[in-house]
């Protein structure tokens, strides 16, 4: 009588999910690729001059002290 059957095609959905978007969403983010990769810049300060800066070598040092061969 008052039975109506739903077609089950009305959910008929692209096989897309939203994870096409992104598709790292899944991945925890240190396994994600970073766009930009990080340098090692880091932020020092001259023990020669004061001068802070950033650099991605071993010394704080300047390279203007350096080449005054200021020693730390
Ligand atoms: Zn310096």
Redesign the pocket.
């Known amino acids: 009588m008052g039975v109506e059957k739903k077609p089950e095609e009305s959910k008929n959905q692209p096989l897309q999910c939203t994870c096409v978007k992104d598709g790292f969403a899944a991945l925890p983010p240190e396994l994600r690729p970073q766009p930009r990769k990080k340098s090692s810049l880091r932020k020092v300060t001259?023990?020669?001059?004061?001068?802070v800066y950033s650099t991605n070598r071993a010394t704080d040092?300047?390279m203007?002290?350096?080449s005054k061969g200021?020693k730390i």
């Open positions: 001259c023990p020669g001059c004061g001068l040092l300047c203007e002290c350096e200021v």
